[in-house]
Nanobody, 128 residues
Framework: QVQLVESGGGSVQAGGSLRLSCAAS????????MGWFRQAPGKQREWVSS???????IYTDSVKGRFTISRDGANNTLYLQMNSLRPEDTAKYYC??????????????????????WGQGTQVTVSS
């Protein structure tokens, strides 16, 4: 079993910064690909960014140059540094992880990856 617990959300003004954390525990087998997603009220969940165990990262276009994903293997923690925040970044942010098995053997770590474990989410609100 894997448990993911997010923290670091809050309310900021446009242009501000926040750093989200996701503490992971349990089997490291499922940590090959870890990612951040977000869901705004009334909208579908949106993939934001992912990172592989080798450090390779990928981002959705709307956050490129503003968000940075990273992982600390020693502390089993995933991060999302968010700079130059915009009101449209307002959403509940979730971290997720997935093992490199089954269908994922043929999928790149990113938005189409099959994530097996999810956290409960942390709210980010950006005011104009």
């Amino acid at each position: 079993q894997v448990q993911l617990v997010e923290s670091g959300g809050g309310s900021v003004q446009a242009g501000g910064s926040l750093r989200l954390s996701c503490a992971a525990s349990g089997s490291t087998y499922s940590w090959y690909c870890m990612g951040w997603f977000r869901q705004a009220p009334g909208k579908q969940r949106e993939w934001v960014s992912s990172i592989r165990t080798d450090g390779t990262t990928i981002y959705t276009d709307s956050v490129k140059g503003r968000f940075t994903i990273s992982r600390d293997g020693a502390n089993n923690t995933l991060y999302l540094q968010m700079n130059s925040l915009r009101p449209e970044d307002t959403a509940k942010y979730y971290c997720a992880s997935g093992a490199r098995t089954g269908p994922n053997l043929y999928r790149a770590c990113g938005g189409t990856y099959r994530y097996n474990y999810w956290g409960q989410g942390t709210q980010v609100t950006v005011s104009s």
